[in-house]
Protein backbone atom coordinates (compact mmCIF):
# COMPACT_ATOMS: atom_id res chain seq x y z
CA UNK A 1 0.00 0.00 0.00
CA UNK A 2 1.29 3.03 -1.13
CA UNK A 3 1.25 6.33 1.18
CA UNK A 4 -1.19 8.20 -0.96
CA UNK A 5 -3.33 5.36 -1.20
CA UNK A 6 -5.13 5.93 2.28
CA UNK A 7 -5.63 9.45 1.21
CA UNK A 8 -6.96 8.84 -2.12
CA UNK A 9 -9.56 6.37 -0.33
CA UNK A 10 -10.51 9.20 1.83
CA UNK A 11 -10.92 11.80 -0.78
CA UNK A 12 -13.30 9.32 -2.82
CA UNK A 13 -15.21 8.89 0.35
CA UNK A 14 -15.78 12.30 1.08
CA UNK A 15 -16.58 13.34 -2.88
CA UNK A 16 -19.15 10.53 -3.11
CA UNK A 17 -20.95 10.60 0.44
CA UNK A 18 -20.04 13.96 2.01
CA UNK A 19 -19.50 12.69 5.40
CA UNK A 20 -18.19 16.09 5.64
CA UNK A 21 -21.78 17.62 6.47
CA UNK A 22 -22.57 15.45 9.32
CA UNK A 23 -21.78 17.68 12.10
CA UNK A 24 -20.84 14.88 14.63
CA UNK A 25 -18.16 13.46 12.09
CA UNK A 26 -15.52 11.70 14.02
CA UNK A 27 -11.44 10.97 12.83
CA UNK A 28 -11.56 7.16 14.31
CA UNK A 29 -15.12 6.45 12.25
CA UNK A 30 -13.71 7.80 9.30
CA UNK A 31 -10.25 6.14 10.03
CA UNK A 32 -12.35 2.76 10.57
CA UNK A 33 -14.31 3.59 7.09
CA UNK A 34 -11.02 3.69 5.23
CA UNK A 35 -9.06 0.61 7.04
CA UNK A 36 -6.58 2.11 8.64
CA UNK A 37 -5.86 3.34 11.96
CA UNK A 38 -6.64 6.85 13.71
CA UNK A 39 -2.71 7.47 14.12
CA UNK A 40 -2.37 6.41 10.38
CA UNK A 41 -5.94 8.92 9.61
CA UNK A 42 -4.16 11.93 11.15
CA UNK A 43 -0.33 11.24 9.22
CA UNK A 44 -2.11 10.77 6.07
CA UNK A 45 -3.78 14.12 6.05
CA UNK A 46 -0.44 15.84 7.73
CA UNK A 47 1.56 14.27 4.85
CA UNK A 48 -0.92 14.59 2.14
CA UNK A 49 -2.31 18.47 2.92
CA UNK A 50 -0.63 20.28 5.66
CA UNK A 51 -3.79 20.24 7.47
CA UNK A 52 -5.21 18.17 10.87
CA UNK A 53 -8.48 16.31 10.72
CA UNK A 54 -10.59 19.06 11.97
CA UNK A 55 -8.93 21.50 9.54
CA UNK A 56 -9.57 19.32 6.48
CA UNK A 57 -13.40 18.52 7.53
CA UNK A 58 -13.63 22.11 7.76
CA UNK A 59 -11.91 23.21 4.62
CA UNK A 60 -14.43 20.83 2.50
CA UNK A 61 -17.25 21.91 4.45
CA UNK A 62 -16.64 26.22 3.83
CA UNK A 63 -15.93 24.66 0.31
CA UNK A 64 -18.88 22.72 -0.20
CA UNK A 65 -21.31 26.71 1.69
CA UNK A 66 -19.62 28.76 -0.77
CA UNK A 67 -20.82 26.37 -4.33
CA UNK A 68 -24.30 26.49 -2.14
CA UNK A 69 -24.01 29.85 -2.22
CA UNK A 70 -23.17 30.42 -5.52
CA UNK A 71 -26.17 28.15 -6.96
CA UNK A 72 -28.52 30.63 -8.89
CA UNK A 73 -31.94 29.99 -7.65
CA UNK A 74 -31.44 28.57 -4.87
CA UNK A 75 -31.16 31.00 -2.40
CA UNK A 76 -30.62 29.50 1.27
CA UNK A 77 -30.63 31.55 4.47
CA UNK A 78 -26.67 31.35 5.98
CA UNK A 79 -28.40 29.68 8.99
CA UNK A 80 -29.55 26.89 6.21
CA UNK A 81 -25.83 27.11 4.61
CA UNK A 82 -24.03 26.58 7.70
CA UNK A 83 -26.35 23.60 8.52
CA UNK A 84 -26.36 21.93 5.18
CA UNK A 85 -22.36 22.08 5.54
CA UNK A 86 -22.05 20.61 8.71
CA UNK A 87 -21.40 22.88 10.80
CA UNK A 88 -23.56 22.68 14.17
CA UNK A 89 -22.74 26.22 15.52
CA UNK A 90 -23.80 29.39 12.86
CA UNK A 91 -21.27 31.63 14.52
CA UNK A 92 -18.61 29.11 14.14
CA UNK A 93 -19.45 29.03 10.57
CA UNK A 94 -19.15 32.77 9.85
CA UNK A 95 -15.81 33.26 12.02
CA UNK A 96 -14.28 30.06 9.74
CA UNK A 97 -15.83 31.49 6.38
CA UNK A 98 -14.60 35.01 6.95
CA UNK A 99 -11.40 33.89 8.34
CA UNK A 100 -10.96 31.49 5.00
CA UNK A 101 -12.37 34.18 2.26
CA UNK A 102 -11.93 37.23 3.87
CA UNK A 103 -15.48 38.58 4.27
CA UNK A 104 -18.89 37.36 6.24
CA UNK A 105 -21.19 34.66 4.03
CA UNK A 106 -23.83 37.70 3.62
CA UNK A 107 -20.77 40.28 2.20
CA UNK A 108 -19.80 37.06 -0.12
CA UNK A 109 -23.34 36.80 -1.01
CA UNK A 110 -23.86 40.66 -2.16
CA UNK A 111 -20.46 40.65 -3.35
CA UNK A 112 -21.57 38.05 -6.25
CA UNK A 113 -24.63 39.63 -6.01
CA UNK A 114 -26.62 36.28 -5.50
Given at each position: MT???PYQRL???????????HGDIKRRDIA???????????????????????EYINHL????????????KQ????????ME???NSRITFWRLFRKK?????EKFLESHDI
Open positions: EDETVLMKEERLFTMQIGISDRALHDCLKNNTGMSFTRLAYARELMLRPRMTIETIASGFYGLSP
